[in-house]
């Protein structure tokens, strides 16, 4: 079993930066794919980036491209997004996630095996 639970978010203007972090637990957690998903209002929930469990392979949703970047440290069991350049279309609550399968391209809402509570965004214009 894996437990994420998020942290981080807040309330900031347009153009401002935010980081958030997703602290793991569990076991053989660092060897997971991990990544972070957002839902707007009345909105689906959206992939926004993925990590290897190396760290050495990432991704990214094109809407954040440039703007976001994904990180994690094993050490601590963290996976970190640092968020530049926020628009107000960014307001979303932002859920971390966890998967035993590395494979990006199968990273995604139905097959992320674990999910932290999400943390709120707001991006005033």
């Known amino acids: 079993q894996v437990q994420l639970v998020e942290s981080g978010g807040g309330l900031v203007q347009a153009g401002g930066s935010l980081r958030l972090s997703c602290v793991a637990s569990g076991r053989a957690v660092s060897s997971y794919a991990m990544g972070w998903f957002r839902q707007a209002p009345g909105k689906e929930r959206e992939f926004v980036a993925f990590?290897?469990?190396?760290?050495?392979?990432?991704n990214y949703a094109d809407s954040v491209k440039g703007r976001f970047s994904i990180s994690r440290d094993n050490g601590k069991n963290t996976m970190y997004l640092q968020m530049n350049s926020l628009k107000p279309e960014d307001t979303a609550v932002y859920f971390c996630?966890?998967?035993?399968?590395?494979?990006?391209?199968?990273?995604?809402?139905?097959?992320?095996?674990?999910w932290g509570q999400g943390t709120q965004v707001t991006v005033s214009s």
């Open positions: 996630a966890a998967s035993p399968n590395n494979n990006p391209r199968v990273f995604s809402t139905r097959n992320a095996n674990y």
């Open positions: 990590i290897n469990w190396i760290g050495g392979g990432t």
